[in-house]
Structure formats: C-alpha cells, structure tokens
C-alpha cells in the first residue's frame, strides 16, 4: 500500500527526480507528486523537436543540445519558486554540471535520484513504449555522474513500485 503524503507539509519546495531514461521518473514522479500534493512536469515535453528527433534516431545529444532544455526547465523551477508553488519536474540531470543549471532555478532544489542497475533499467525500457531509444541506455549510463548525498536523495528503484513511492514519500517527509 502506498502512504498518503502528510498534507501539514509546510512550505512549497521545488523538487527534481531524476535518472537516467527507463528508471522511472515519469511514472514515479507522477504517484508521488500526486501523493506530496505538488504539481508534476515532465520535462522531457520541454525538449525541442530537434532534441527528440535525434534521439529517435539513436544520436546521443550534446551538452550544447541540453543546454536550452535545460534553462527551460531552470525557467519552470524559478517561476514556481516566485509563486511559492511545489513542483516535481522529472528530468535525467546525468552531470552535475545539468544539475547546477537547474537550481539556478531555485538554489534549495530537492534532488530524488532514482537509482538502478543497467540490466534493471534495459529489462524496463524494453517493456515500454518510448521515443529514446534503449541501444542509448548504455551512453547514458556512460554520462551519468551519480549524486552524492550531499547532492541528491539516492532512491533504489529495483523494489516494488509501491516501496519506491514509498521511499520517496519518506524521503520528502523526513525533510519537513
């Protein structure tokens, strides 16, 4: 059973959850966001049509191809933290360097970072129905600079789907 978010949540925070393609940011953002009560974006809907046609068709993209994507995002992040307003935006966030463009956004971002193995993640993109590419997988695994914990809440995704919400609830909860 997933946990109802204790709705006495105090303050608005802006929150990114992230990993690389197939390890569930979409999916879980959505189940805690509507647990957590914040609003969810999935920033893949940010990218440009050149970004998604390139990986449609297997070509990994480019720091300078992110770039605008990701001030886009920074953007979304910043008008919510002008409104007090709680957002989750799901988003891969592979280097420090993306991350560090994000909390311009809001220098208190949240960081949930969804962390599984490379057969976990390849077994899941094969199951599913997505523009990216899964021969890519193994190129973002490359790119991925893991978070530390001083950076990210570090969430295993190779349990149930209820206990990773779970998880991520948890994780929100012990914040407040």
Known sequence: MVKQFDQRHRQSRRILIMGVSGSGKSTIGEAVAEKTGC????????????????????VPLTDDDRQGWLEALADLF???R??????????SGLKKSYRDILRRGDPELIILFLDGSYDT?????EER???????MLRTQFDTLQTPGPDEAISIDISTSFDNVIDQCVSELEALD
Not at 121 to 125: A, E, K
């Open 39 to 58: 609003e969810y974006i999935d920033g893949d809907k940010y990218h440009p049509p050149a970004n998604i046609e390139k990986m449609t068709k297997g």
């Open 78 to 80: 910043a008008q919510h």
């Open 82 to 91: 002008r409104e007090d307003k709680s957002v989750m935006i799901g988003c």
């Open 121 to 125: 993640i390849l077994q899941r993109m």
């Open 129 to 135: 129905q997505h523009f990216f590419s899964p021969q």
